[in-house]
Nanobody, 125 residues
Framework: QVQLVESGGGLVQAGGSLRLSCAASGRTFSTSTMGWFRQAPGKERESIATITWAGTETYYRDSVKGRFTISKDNAKNTVYLQMSSLKPEDTAVYYC???????WGLGSAGMFGNWGQGTQVTVSS
């Protein structure tokens, strides 16, 4: 099992920036793909960015391309999501997830077996 702890959420005005962090512990050596998901009220949880454990490949949802960047610090076992030019529609609970199997592209929630507790991001207009 991999334990994931997110941090960095909060309230920001439209056009602002936030950086989310996800610290991983436990059996991190068996992790293949990390991802960031978000879930807005009344909507399904959606994958917005993924990165391989080695950090060599990244994928983004079209709605966040050019605004969000996923990265990984291998020494700290931490994955980041840098969010810029935030919009009110980015408001959601953001979750970090880990998969022991290689996930190609963005994948889906069912492909990730380990989840963080979530962190709220609210973007005001």
């Amino acid at each position: 099992q991999v334990q994931l702890v997110e941090s960095g959420g909060g309230l920001v005005q439209a056009g602002g920036s936030l950086r989310l962090s996800c610290a991983a512990s436990g059996r991190t050596f068996s992790t293949s793909t990390m991802g960031w998901f978000r879930q807005a009220p009344g909507k399904e949880r959606e994958s917005i960015a993924t990165i391989t454990w080695a950090g060599t490949e990244t994928y983004y949802r079209d709605s966040v391309k050019g605004r969000f960047t996923i990265s990984k610090d291998n020494a700290k076992n931490t994955v980041y999501l840098q969010m810029s030019s935030l919009k009110p529609e980015d408001t959601a609970v953001y979750y970090c997830a880990a998969s022991m199997s290689r996930v190609w592209g963005l994948g889906s929630a069912g492909m990730f077996g380990n989840w963080g507790q979530g962190t709220q991001v609210t973007v005001s207009s």
